[in-house]
């Protein structure tokens, strides 16, 4: 295609960027020239926004926003269900996940979905716990591989009708993959390991690079980028019930430290608080579709919170390419700053429970 320096459209360009200058808030001038090589047909539209940086050897991870080593691209992440009842603390290497989702399950107590993209270094994981549908539908979207010890009914169900690639420690996978803990009692006593997960996967005999028909859930800045809502979050309390779990912003590092049952929450294999970066709020429907056991509907969208760098912002979810995205008031998906992420999955008919300090 021919090539030609614009020089006029340039001039152009600089007039019209003078005039709306003029017409609302100032910017300062450029402090270099640029010259634009571009092809005589193509319009100005067509100049790419920010290119997303390169690092030699690494890439950008798609749960983080964060550097991680190239050997990692389209691995899939495991998504692992740990306990999370007062009997089952201090867990153990959560710490690590990328992202952390919290869902209620029956009883008002809830459990977390930990999802890793690097599970290479954990040397203890747990403890484990029981599927149920909700957080399968989650770990599909995910295309991760799903880690349980057991299921209900429709957790099954769910695992078969999405073809879900699931490690089950009530199946022969349990020798290879899952252990007890002799110092804890059942059943809060089931962990894991990197090894393990390792041995899991391949005596399953499971694929191990993501399938291209998922689409990423999560957009981040490249660099960190305050909200400015002036919506002041330096403490979020999610209160389900009795059972009001909260987080601290603290402003030296920039992370939201979790407290529950009281008390701060520790991972016992480093001996430190959970904090994470972001933390994500969104409302759900929970259906009660059997004597207390739960569902949710992740196709109907709904309101939800975005919270970083001691402010939130009101968001909501949507589901688009079988996932669930999070988009800002113009339908924009929300950029996040690149970190941990803590996303709480909260019954919309309680909301306000949550709040802000």
Not at 82 to 91: K, R, V, Y
Not at 272 to 296: A, P, R, S
Not at 322 to 345: H, L, R
Request: charged share 25%; net charge negative; hydrophobic share 35%.
């Amino acid at each position: 295609m021919k090539k030609s320096k614009l020089l006029l459209a340039l001039t152009g360009a600089l007039i019209i960027s003078s005039v709306a200058t003029g017409c609302g808030n100032k910017k300062e001038a450029p402090t270099t020239e640029t010259v634009l090589q571009v092809a005589d047909d193509a319009t100005m539209t067509d100049v790419p926004e920010m290119q997303e940086p390169k690092k030699e050897g690494f890439i950008l991870s798609p749960y983080t926003g964060e550097w991680i080593e190239e050997s990692f691209k389209d691995k899939r992440p495991l998504c692992i269900m740990i306990n999370n009842i007062i009997d089952a603390m201090p867990q153990s290497g959560i710490s690590q996940a990328d992202l952390t989702y919290e869902m209620l399950v029956e009883g008002g107590i809830t459990r977390y979905l930990c999802v890793f993209q690097d599970y290479s270094k954990l040397q203890k994981l747990g403890p484990v716990r029981s599927a149920r549908p909700y957080y399968v539908k989650m770990a599909n979207m995910l295309d991760g591989y799903y880690a349980h010890i057991g299921w209900n009914s429709f957790a099954e169900e769910q695992i078969n009708l999405l073809g879900v690639n699931n490690l089950n420690g009530l199946t022969g996978v349990y020798d290879v993959m899952f252990y007890r803990d002799d110092s804890r009692y059942a059943p809060h006593n089931v962990y894991t390991d990197a090894d393990r997960i390792k041995a899991g996967i391949e005596y399953e005999g499971y694929r191990t690079e993501r399938d291209s028909r998922f689409k990423k859930m999560f957009a981040f800045n490249y660099e960190e980028k305050e909200l400015g809502t002036g919506k002041a979050a330096s403490k979020v309390t999610t209160a389900f019930g009795d059972y009001a779990p909260w987080f601290e912003y603290n402003s030296e590092d920039k992370m939201y430290y979790r407290f529950q049952y009281g008390d701060k929450q520790i991972d016992d294999q480093t001996g430190e608080q959970l904090k994470y970066k972001n933390i994500i709020v969104m409302f759900v429907q929970y259906e009660d579709i059997h004597e207390g056991l739960l569902d949710i509907d992740f196709t109907t969208g709904g309101k939800a919170y975005y919270v970083c760098d001691g402010e939130y912002k009101p968001i909501e979810w949507i589901s688009k390419d079988s996932s669930v995205m999070f988009v800002d008031e113009d339908g924009k998906q929300v950029k996040m700053n690149p970190g941990n992420s803590f996303i709480t999955v909260f019954p919309q008919e309680k909301y306000d429970n949550v709040t802000f300090e």
